[in-house]
């Protein structure tokens, strides 16, 4: 099993939805980062289930640094983060045993680990793991943020409800990194958890669309071919569970456009090279080009529901019926998006670090 991702910053995490706690070694990080462990908590918080629209499962996600930081300062060594379980209710999942719940990995599990996976809660293929994610993306994101990168996500749709787009990015990254629920109008963030909680009320669930801007970074990351920025994030971002889709700057919608609406144009601002009304998100051949990087993340439904659905014995080798038993999510998208930010921010500090080297959040570029 490949549990790591990054080149020069690498992240390994391990861990089980049920089992002892979550660790994740984050390497590569410059020495000399200050820890905030206030920010990690925040970011942690964000990505909590709270009230009707999440989960019931709490946990208190305290984590432990346990090596790479000494005296509040990243050391240069690998960062070791270890977040506890403490409250699982494995007796929920004994059916899971044999029976495979659709749209799981219950049976690919299965087919791959011979039986020997750990099936409580999803094991090491649920949501859960993306807790300590994000307590090391929080790291990564302290790292950007000293060289004024910031990424800020909200939720463009949640089932049938859309939020406004960005408008001026600074203002509105800096407003939605304030909020648990992510969204740049208030009304919509009613009528969204209103359809959250209907789909809860008809033991359905819904998904939805995250957009991330990301503000600050310098032209020249990425490179041609097969390690195009787009290539190597939407990588990170399709491993995040749930992720179904992943465009950058106008997607499939510039299929039905032509080619002047899409370029955008090129101007001289303050004595720099400047994208103007540039539709491919931020990037051109690969490579950003010092736009704000702009991309999309669709969200699915999260599979377990409490209808009744058609499944089978895996045992046995029989069709049967499954009404979903534990503790589960509506609706996953809002939880997600700070999921979405910490593998960003992991993604783009290998990429920083590939382009210049690693000292760079120390060093000027």
Known sequence: MKSSFGQSVNISITGESHGAGLVAVLSGLTPGIKIDEEYIRRCLSQR????????????????????GVFEGFTTGTPITILIRNTNTKSKDYSEMASTARPGHADFTADVKYHGFQDYRGGGHFSGRITAVLVAAGAIARLALKNKGIEIGTHIAKCGTVSDRAFENAVDDIRTLNEKYFAVLSDESAEAMQAEILNAADEGDSIGGVLETAVLGLPAGLGEPWFDSMESVLAHFLFSIPGIKGVEFGGGFAVARMKGSQVNGSLRIEDGKITPVNDLSGGVNGGITNGDILKFRCAVRPTPTIFKEQNTVDMKNLADKTLSAKGRHDPAIVHRVRAVVDSATAI??????????GTDWAKEEF
């Open 48 to 67: 909590a289930p709270m009230g009707k629209i999440s989960t019931p499962r709490q946990e208190a996600d305290e984590f432990e640094i346990l090596s």
């Open 347 to 356: 993604t783009l500090c290998d990429m920083l670090a590939q382009r210049y």
